[in-house]
Nanobody
Framework: QAQLVESGGGLVQPGGSLRLSCQASRNIFDYNVMGWHRQAPGKERELVAKMTFGGNDRYADFVKGRFTISRDYRKNTLFLQMNSLEPEDTAVYYC???????????WGQGTQVTVSL
């Protein structure tokens, strides 16, 4: 089974930017949906953004206009460009690959994003 490894998290001041990366251990074309989720302390995991092979992107309302999801198919890598970060964006961010036909899913281990002065 493929593995997903996130990187790029860290501490940033409000208004700053971070770029998260999710590297797959092998070709994952069998997962037609890839996305980013996040989980803040004491809260449930929530969808941040996702994209399909067809190029259809979907964003949570709270990140529209600030975050951009993209994918490098040749390098099996998913990205999340996060701009205008707010303290409310502080969470562990998880990469996810999902096959909508079989419901097979894999998760990365998460990367911490902290937005604070």
């Amino acid at each position: 089974q493929a593995q997903l490894v996130e990187s790029g998290g860290g501490l940033v001041q409000p208004g700053g930017s971070l770029r998260l990366s999710c590297q797959a251990s092998r070709n994952i074309f069998d997962y037609n949906v890839m996305g980013w989720h996040r989980q803040a302390p004491g809260k449930e995991r929530e969808l941040v953004a996702k994209m399909t092979f067809g190029g259809n992107d979907r964003y949570a309302d709270f990140v529209k206009g600030r975050f951009t999801i993209s994918r490098d198919y040749r390098k099996n890598t998913l990205f999340l460009q996060m701009n205008s970060l707010e303290p409310e964006d502080t969470a562990v961010y998880y990469c996810n690959a999902f096959n909508s036909y079989t419901s097979a899913t894999i998760w990365g281990q998460g990367t911490q994003v902290t937005v604070s002065l």
